[in-house]
């Protein structure tokens, strides 16, 4: 942590980064490294973490005629659609955090809140802060979303991947009702291969079984490349 900080402290007071390195976190108030910079002295981190999205980004970028955000505007945009998100769904049970080094943005969305036990079909009372998150989504409209789905290790195999899959697509198929371009939304399943738990505890259990939405960014410098390939 100590390393970190002093990595950080470094890098805000290199000349040649002074003006895009560094940027307020108004979560937490605090300076850190933004995206772009990290990006510059590491060498295309944006295009790496992008070809990590499912089905990889360069299409999808594409397909979803995406503007793509100025590369000094990044981090503080992430920074405020993360502040902006914890706000509205606040005591709804849902998780807001940043992820991948502060590249990405991932919205856990428990199982117990959002679905009855072994059913695929959005809980009305949940729908409210779903709609929140998708009008997030729609006022930032220059990233891509993966809409991950995960169980807990209860059950076959092939029944926990079916019930992942089937949650992670009906979360997507009701963001793009809400108007979230369809193009910028990708779904997969990952069964119980990914707990974030122990599954020898009812709580563990509990928290394995959830779906996620991965909000990534796209700069424009990304969009260029994505174009010019």
Known sequence: MKFRRALVASLCTVSLLATSACVTDPNTGQKKVSRTAIGA???????????????????????????????????????????????????????????????????????????DTDSTVIKPGFRDTLDKVADSLNRYPNSLIDVYGHTDSTGSDAYNQTLS????????DYLSSKGVSSARIRSTGFGKTQPVASNDTPEGRAANRRVEIKIVPVTQDEVSRAKGQ
């Open 165 to 172: 899959e089937n949650r992670a697509r009906v979360v997507a």
């Open 41 to 115: 002295g590491a060498g295309a981190l944006g295009g790496l973490l992008i070809g990590g999205l499912i089905g990889g980004g360069t299409g999808r970028i594409i397909g979803a005629g995406i503007g793509g955000i100025a590369g000094a505007a990044v981090g503080y945009t992430m920074d405020k659609q993360i502040k902006e998100l914890k706000e509205k769904t606040a005591g709804s049970g849902v998780d807001v955090k940043s992820v991948d080094d502060g590249q990405a943005i991932l919205v856990n969305l428990p199982s117990g809140v959002t679905f």
